[in-house]
């Protein structure tokens, strides 16, 4: 996939700038065609101005030192968004740069003039790196620049795609080694466990296979830098014996060592595989281990000996005492410590107290988040653990008034009072991590009770003030469905079997677009009448593309092969954070449009129930 994005980056790129050129003399590019360029690499946080502030963004050409000339796009406010730069004269470009609030934050670069980007720098609010890419393919073969924090994220995102090259990246060089001139017998060992570490790394994949696209990295636990000095003019070594990498995975949390770290320049580099679970040991780090606090090594091996014997099932007697547990210990941990791994171990407190909650009937388990949050908003009311612990609370309290209603049951009155609290939360805390879920879920909730302007105005609200939020997709796209009705519905994508689909394929035919998943257990009632509806109509020119938003094909194929259902399948990765689910910003399931010959949406609303009048109005 890498090397197809970068083929079309570049194609981009040569259209553009070899089209328009970068100097005085050439056509200004317009604000959707600078906005038409993506970063290369994943996880890069940059502003992109709201549709509707597009009017008010202009491009203007910049002149830079010597030949260097190049175009700068502004946003409404005045603040730098995109910068692309001819370095050379040349007319093209050899420097894309992005922006964060008017900081630059990322950076690509063709350092040898042929089209093709070769180093990517992660800057501002993205972090510290600098990699370079050493055959143009998209991939980092090496790290100018890596701080020990990155190093143990990129060893992560290795680990959960079972990829030893992105790993391999990492990887002190031989020429690195014998930079650092270090005493043979030093050199000798780290070349030892250097060639060990691959084995290591393959070993770790294997046995954490069940990591996945939802794995969250928290924090890496270092003990201070050791600074080994050889006493006969040759340089320092700086090292990390070793890092203790913290991740969440489906809401439980575990560690991964990082093996040693040694510091090249301004780069962090592995001498040694990763291996799974936490270290922890009361012995000084001669024999390799990291030293934890002792003030709290036993409460990390009684945090340990609870996640061995974690509960297979989601949910449950057994997930509450489980989560409860965990959230004593994690309590007694944050007790013991100070700043950012105190905060850490308050979250993984408030998630345990949060996962208890919504598996218990019993409001004194609630009680218990409750009351933690009370003590974090006391402590610190304005902070981003006190958003943090606020919003897991009111989600927490939501989900448990869902599951146990009392005797008078009044859903709308329990919606509104559900979207009071996200006002009180948004209001409260603008600027929280989880304000952008709570705007979206205020859209939701206004779509619920029926009222589709305020639902669009929090939509709005969430892709214009949280443009860079990867929620803010969502929002733009529910607002497209909110206005689909006589517009032409656009919908491409690829099918099942491995083919492309796009609606002007079934142009002229009535068609009826059904969104679903083999997880939704009204998906095999509602095939039963799409397939009776079919054997009716599809001779009179009625089609049904379904898009399917399980997470793997798999799902789909498996669940079609005993529900064997006609049609044009489409499926995309990510099930509701695909692209297909984000297009017209889907989020309950099954959904359905009905789309009439000429191509424009007749209904968003229809229902399968009702399905068959509609169609036969548009087929006689």
């Known amino acids: 996939m890498a090397k197809v994005r970068i083929g079309i980056a570049v194609l981009g790129v040569l259209m553009l700038w070899s089209s328009l050129g970068v100097g005085q003399t050439t056509q200004t590019p317009t604000v959707e065609q600078v906005l038409s360029f993506r970063p290369r690499q994943e996880d890069v946080k940059y502003s992109t101005p709201a549709p509707a502030e597009l009017a008010a963004c202009r491009v203007e050409l910049i ?81 100018k620049q890596i701080s020990a924090e990155e190093v143990s ?96 995975n489906g809401g439980a949390h575990d560690w991964i060592q990082t093996g040693e770290l040694v510091q090249v320049g301004k780069a962090w580099r592995v001498v040694d595989g990763p291996t799974p679970g936490a270290r922890v040991e009361t012995a000084q780090p001669e024999n390799g281990g990291i030293v934890i606090d002792q003030a709290i090594q036993a409460e990390i091996a009684e945090l340990q000996a609870i996640d061995k014997d974690a509960p297979k099932s989601a949910t449950g007697p ?45 409001r004194g ?69 989880d304000t952008p879920e709570a705007i979206l879920q205020l859209g939701m909730v206004h779509e619920f009770l029926g009222k589709e302007l305020e639902a669009k105005n929090w939509y709005a609200r969430l892709s214009q003030q949280h443009s860079t939020h990867p929620l803010a997709s969502k929002g733009a796209g529910a607002i497209r469905r909110l206005e689909l009705e006589g517009k032409t519905l656009e919908l491409s994508g690829p099918t099942l079997n491995g083919q492309h689909f796009d609606m002007n394929r079934v142009r002229n035919k009535v068609v009826i677009v059904y969104y679903w998943a083999s997880w939704n257990t009204q998906a095999g009632a509602d095939f039963a009448k799409l397939r009776t509806l079919l054997n009716t109509y599809a001779s009179k020119g009625v ?42 910003g889907v989020m309950v399931l099954p959904n359905l449009f009905l789309v009439g010959r000429d191509g424009k949406v007749v209904s968003r609303t229809v229902q399968v129930a009702t399905l068959e009048d509609e169609v036969r109005k548009l087929v006689n």
Request: net charge neutral.
């Open 63 to 143: 002149k830079g030192v010597g030949k260097s000339t190049g175009w700068l796009l502004r946003d409404p406010r005045g603040l730098p968004l995109r910068r692309f730069v001819d370095l050379d004269g040349n007319n093209t470009v050899d420097v894309w740069c992005y922006y964060y609030n008017g900081q630059e934050c990322y950076r690509e670069i063709d350092s040898n003039n042929n089209q093709k980007v070769d180093q990517y720098r992660w800057l501002g609010v993205n972090g510290s790196k600098w990699g370079i890419d050493v055959n143009e393919d998209g991939k980092i073969d090496a790290w």
């Open 543 to 584: 089609e049904l593309v379904c898009v399917n938003l399980d997470n793997a094909p798999g799902d789909a194929q498996a669940y079609l092969s005993r529900n064997p259902t006609p049609g044009i399948h489409l499926h995309q990765p990510g099930g509701l954070d695909s692209p297909l689910a984000t297009q017209y």
């Open 365 to 433: 388990v609630y009680a218990k988040l409750a009351g933690l949050k009370e003590s974090i908003v006391k402590a610190a009311p304005a902070s981003q653990l006190a958003a943090y612990a606020v919003y897991r609370d009111i989600s927490a309290e939501y989900t448990l008034t869902l599951a146990n209603p009392g005797k008078e049951v009044n859903l709308v009155k329990m919606q509104e009072a559900w979207a009071e609290k996200l006002k009180g939360f948004v209001q409260a805390y603008p600027g929280g991590e």
């Open 318 to 362: 057994e997930v509450v005492q489980y989560n409860l547990k965990r959230a004593a210990v994690l309590e007694k941990i944050a007790a013991k410590t100070q700043g950012q791994a105190r905060e850490q171990w308050l979250r993984q407190a408030i998630d345990s107290l949060s996962a208890a909650a919504q598996s218990s009937a019993d």
């Open 153 to 248: 994220q990129e060893i992560l995102q290795a680990i959960i795609r079972q990829d030893i090259s992105r790993w391999q990246a990492l990887i002190l060089s031989e020429s690195e080694l014998r930079s650092l001139e270090l005493p043979e017998a030093e050199a000798a060992r780290i070349r030892e466990q250097l060639s060990a570490a691959p084995q290591k790394f393959k070993q770790t994949s294997a046995a954490l296979i069940k990591l996945g696209p939802k794995t969250q990295w928290i924090h890496l636990e270092l003990a201070p830098p050791e600074c080994i000095t050889f006493d006969n003019g040759k340089p320092d070594l700086i090292r990390h014996r070793r890092g203790s990498l913290l991740y969440e």
